[in-house]
């Protein structure tokens, strides 16, 4: 059965920084492309990040791009999102994405596999 755990979300003033990870489990980790996508009060689920299989590519929404860095562990079996200089706009819950063809150019049709999601919240 597999799972991705989400965890780090939690309330921070705009400006501020957080760290989400995503723990997986009951898949071959290094075989997937991860990633980040996000939902919104009222607004439909979007596209944040992702990383390839090794690491070695990753891909973000202009909306994160110098503000947001994915990463992977994949001894771990964990992918991470830091976020830095949050806004308001940006409240939502966050999701865990993992896509067995290993492409960045992640859609929401192409997703294997869903976490239930963190959520964020950003104060103003």
């Known amino acids: 059965q597999v799972q991705l755990v989400e965890s780090g979300g939690g309330l921070v003033q705009a400006g501020g920084s957080l760290r989400l990870s995503c723990a997986a489990s009951?898949?071959?980790?290094?075989?997937?492309?991860m990633g980040w996508f996000r939902q919104a009060p009222g607004k439909e689920r979007e596209f944040v990040a992702a990383?390839?299989?090794?690491?070695?590519?990753?891909s973000y929404a202009d909306s994160v791009k110098g503000r947001f860095t994915i990463s992977r562990d994949n001894a771990k079996d964990t992918v991470y999102l830091q976020m830095n200089s949050l806004n308001p706009e940006e409240t939502a819950v966050y999701y865990c994405?993992?896509?067995?063809?290993?492409?960045?150019?992640?859609?929401?049709?192409?997703?294997?596999?869903w976490g239930k999601g963190t959520l964020v919240t950003v104060s103003s």
């Open positions: 009951g898949l071959t980790f290094s075989r997937y492309a």
């Open positions: 994405a993992a896509d067995r063809l290993g492409t960045v150019i992640m859609t929401i049709a192409g997703i294997d596999y």
């Open positions: 990383i390839s299989r090794s690491g070695g590519t990753t």
